[in-house]
C-alpha cells in the first residue's frame, strides 16, 4: 500500500474453491482496475483504491486501503457485492477486520426533480438538484437510482456488517436502477438522467415509468458516481443500443481533438438519432432496427465485428447492449486476441428478463 492510501481495512473471505474465486475477480477487474497477478496473490489498482488478495489454503485475505474513509467504506460496499454474486448459491462467508456500521451507504444522499423533457419520441431526460454536487465534479459517470414506492416517506438503505446494502423491504421497498449521468451543470447544481422509454408491449418497465410520471419536486436517493468514464485512448470504438447511447454520447463529448472515435448505434429508426458534438475526430453510424433484413438477429453485433476487423492495432473497443448481444461481441473480441486492457463490454439488460430478478 503506498503513502497516498492512508486509510486501510482487512478481511477474510472463505468461498468453497479459493482459486476459482480468484480467478473470477481478475477475469472481471481486469476491465476496470489495473490488475496485478501471481500464483498467490492479485492487486486491483485504480484511482480510488488498492485491493489486494492473497490466496490461503481455505480464505482469501483480502486487504483494501483508500485515501479517506468514504472511499474505504463504498470500495467495502463494492467489493462485498462482488464476492457474495461470484460465490452464487454457493456457501460463503466474509468477515472484516472492522465491521461495516449500519449506517447509509457514504455515497447515498438525496436528490430533488426539477424537470424531465423529450430527447428523442423514446428518450425522456430527467434532471435533479442532488443535495452535494461535488461527487459528480470531474467523477466517475454511473450512479445508483433509488425511487420511493407510493406516498410514503422513503426509508434508504443501510450497511449490513459484511460491507453489503441491505435494502428496504415490504412497502418500504426501493425502484433501483442504474443510469448513465448525461450531462452535469455545476452552476446550476443539476445533473441529468437520459431514460429510454421500451416501446414492445408487455414489457415491464418500472425505470421508464418513473422517468415519465415523476413530478417536479419528487424526492429520490441516489448512489454513486462510480465506474466508467472516457478510456485513456488515442482511438477509440464505440458500439451500443439506446441504453448505451447516453454514456456513449457523453464520452464522445468529453473527448480531446486528439482523439479518433468510430461509434456504431443501434436505434429503432431515424427519429432516435441524437445530435453529439465533439472536438474530438468522430464518426458516427446509426442502425436502424426497424429496417434490418428478416432473419438477421443482431445487426449490432455484425456491424461491430466488421469494425473490429478494419480498426488499427491498439484501438479502444468500448461496447454495451443486450445481454447476448455483449457475449458474442466480447467472444469475438477474445477470439482476436485482442488486449483485455483495451476493452470494455457490459451487459444492460436481458432480453426476456424483469430488471428486478
Request: proline fraction near 6%; aromatic fraction near 8%.
Amino acid at each position: 500500500m503506498n503513502a497516498s492510501h492512508s486509510f486501510e481495512l482487512s478481511g477474510i473471505a472463505r468461498p468453497v474453491n479459493v482459486e476459482v474465486m480468484l480467478d473470477e475477480i481478475c477475469e472481471h477487474f481486469v476491465e476496470h482496475a489495473e490488475v496485478s497477478r501471481t500464483e498467490d496473490k492479485a492487486v486491483f489498482t485504480s484511482s480510488h483504491a488498492m485491493i489486494e488478495l492473497l490466496t490461503k489454503r481455505d480464505h482469501l485475505e483480502i486487504r483494501i486501503a483508500c485515501g479517506s474513509d468514504e472511499e474505504l467504506e463504498s470500495t467495502r460496499t463494492m467489493f462485498a457485492e462482488h464476492l457474495y454474486y461470484f460465490a452464487g448459491e454457493e456457501p460463503f462467508s466474509l468477515d472484516w477486520s472492522k465491521p461495516a456500521p449500519k449506517v447509509k451507504p457514504a455515497n447515498l444522499q438525496e436528490a430533488v426533480v426539477i424537470s424531465t423533457s423529450e430527447v428523442t419520441p423514446r428518450m425522456l431526460r430527467v434532471t435533479l438538484a442532488p443535495e452535494d454536487m461535488t461527487p459528480f465534479i470531474d467523477g466517475d459517470i454511473h450512479v445508483r437510482l433509488l425511487v420511493p414506492q407510493g406516498a410514503r416517506p422513503p426509508v434508504w438503505p443501510t450497511l449490513r456488517a459484511d460491507g453489503r446494502i441491505d435494502w428496504p423491504k415490504g412497502e418500504d421497498k426501493l425502484l433501483v436502477r442504474v443510469y448513465t449521468i448525461r450531462s452535469v451543470d455545476e452552476d446550476k447544481g443539476q445533473i441529468t438522467l437520459d431514460i429510454f422509454q421500451h416501446p414492445a408491449k408487455g414489457i415491464i418497465t418500472p425505470g421508464a415509468d418513473f422517468a415519465r410520471d415523476t413530478l417536479p419536486g419528487t424526492r429520490v436517493g441516489i448512489m454513486g458516481p462510480g465506474g466508467g468514464g472516457l478510456p485513456q485512448a488515442d482511438r477509440i470504438l464505440f458500439a451500443g443500443d439506446e441504453t448505451a447511447l447516453p454514456a456513449i454520447a457523453r464520452m464522445i463529448e468529453e473527448a480531446s481533438p486528439e482523439t479518433e472515435i468510430k461509434a456504431i448505434i443501434e436505434v429503432e429508426d431515424e427519429a432516435e438519432e441524437q445530435p453529439i458534438s465533439s472536438k474530438a475526430r468522430i464518426s458516427i453510424e446509426w442502425l436502424h432496427r426497424s429496417s434490418r433484413s428478416e432473419g438477421t438477429t443482431s445487426l449490432l453485433a455484425e456491424r461491430t465485428k466488421a469494425a473490429i476487423d478494419n480498426m488499427e492495432a491498439g484501438t479502444f473497443v468500448w461496447f454495451a447492449a443486450e445481454k447476448s448481444v455483449m457475449r458474442n461481441v466480447k467472444a469475438y473480441l477474445a477470439a482476436r486476441g485482442h488486449d483485455r486492457k483495451r476493452q470494455y463490454a457490459a451487459w444492460y439488460w436481458e432480453e426476456g428478463k424483469h430488471a428486478d430478478d
